[in-house]
């Protein structure tokens, strides 16, 4: 994303809903980077959520992390 990241809108809201929640994290490291949340369940089950940030600062919806948690099945031993 490099400097397009800069000039999107949502990024700087999601900058500033961070900074009026009091996100006080540290700003080191690389920044380019974006990141993701996978749910994976036991054995065959597979990837049972996959979130990837499309832009700095896009959160998953922990509602939608929660279900895919209770979907998991414990794997028979």
């Given at each position: 994303?490099?400097?397009?990241?800069?000039?999107?809108?949502?990024?700087?809201?999601?900058?500033?809903?961070?900074?009026?929640?009091?996100?006080?994290?540290?700003?080191?490291?690389?920044?380019?980077?974006?990141?993701?949340?996978?749910?994976?369940?036991a054995?065959?089950?597979?990837?049972?959520?996959?979130?990837?940030?499309?832009?700095?600062?896009?959160?998953?919806?922990?509602?939608?992390?929660?279900e895919?948690?209770?979907?998991?099945?414990?794997?028979?031993?």
């Amino acid at each position: 994303m490099m400097m397009s990241g800069f000039f999107r809108v949502g990024v700087w809201q999601n900058f500033f809903r961070a900074w009026r929640s009091g996100y006080s994290g540290n700003l080191e490291g690389e920044g380019f980077t974006l990141g993701g949340v996978y749910v994976i369940g036991a054995g065959r089950q597979g990837v049972l959520l996959e979130h990837r940030e499309k832009e700095f600062g896009d959160k998953v919806s922990l509602p939608s992390v929660l279900e895919a948690a209770e979907k998991i099945k414990p794997q028979a031993s």
